[in-house]
């Protein structure tokens, strides 16, 4: 399936597009946004042109002021989040698929790794120690993640990693990082949750980290049938 996932450098959630849909058993082959006939993880809307008629399963916008194409045409599964889904004024799920790292590696280590960094890769100045390097094989990062006791990041994709697995984060914001809070309160609206906290350790309730996991699990089965 030709699928579309920002990808001009090395960029730890973009990434995580083929490795998931190809967990759901998607032959992916990348595509330019206007040949692409599915996307899924990133804020990629933007890039979309109107009267795109593929299919969406979990991206997001970039920004609550950034011109959307006209999507009438295309099939909605699931977008990141709520604000999302409200600027769109579609019906579907929501939940970001980063949220399914778990199911990308066989084995979770053991926490051993006390507090990973990880910047942003337009970040890798923070004021904090050693820093896990986003730009690395993402499921090299997958593992050092899920083997942590806590995450700082500027990454929202780092921060969704870390919660998928239960660990407690800390966002660390940046105006590097385009998109200010936007992408953030997003991923953390498909729970019901309010704005995402900054500059403090937080951790999705476990309950509705498995209700949208399972929930999302669902919309790629039904992408791959």
């Not at 094989?137 to 990693?161: K, M, N, Q, T, Y």
């Not at 239960?166 to 309160?185: L, N, Y």
């Amino acid at each position: 399936m030709k699928v579309y996932w920002w990808r001009a450098r090395p960029n730890f959630g973009d990434e995580l597009t083929p490795l998931v849909l190809a967990r759901f058993g998607v032959n992916v082959r990348w595509a330019p946004p206007e040949e692409a006939r599915l996307v899924a993880v990133g804020s990629v809307l933007e890039h979309l042109p109107d009267g795109w008629s593929g299919t969406l399963v979990g991206a997001g916008s970039i920004n609550p002021r950034s011109t959307l194409p006209d999507l009438a045409d295309a099939r909605v599964l699931a977008v990141r989040g709520r604000l999302t889904r409200k600027r769109l004024g579609v019906r579907c799920a929501v939940g970001d698929p980063g949220i399914l790292a778990p199911d990308l590696i066989e084995d979770r280590p053991d926490p051993a790794a006390g507090i990973e960094v990880a910047p942003h890769i337009d970040d890798r100045n923070m004021r904090w120690g050693c820093h896990l390097d986003l730009a690395a094989d993402p499921l090299e990062v997958i593992h050092r993640i899920a083997g942590c006791d806590r995450l700082v990041s500027s990454s929202l994709h780092a921060l969704v990693v870390a919660d998928a697995f239960g660990i407690p984060h800390w966002w660390e914001p940046s105006p590097r990082v385009i998109g200010g809070s936007w992408k953030f309160d997003d991923y953390l609206s498909a729970f019901g949750l309010d704005a995402f906290p900054a500059r403090e350790w937080r951790v999705t309730p476990a309950a509705l980290m498995a209700d949208r996991q399972e929930r999302l699990r669902s919309v790629l089965r039904e992408v791959s049938a």
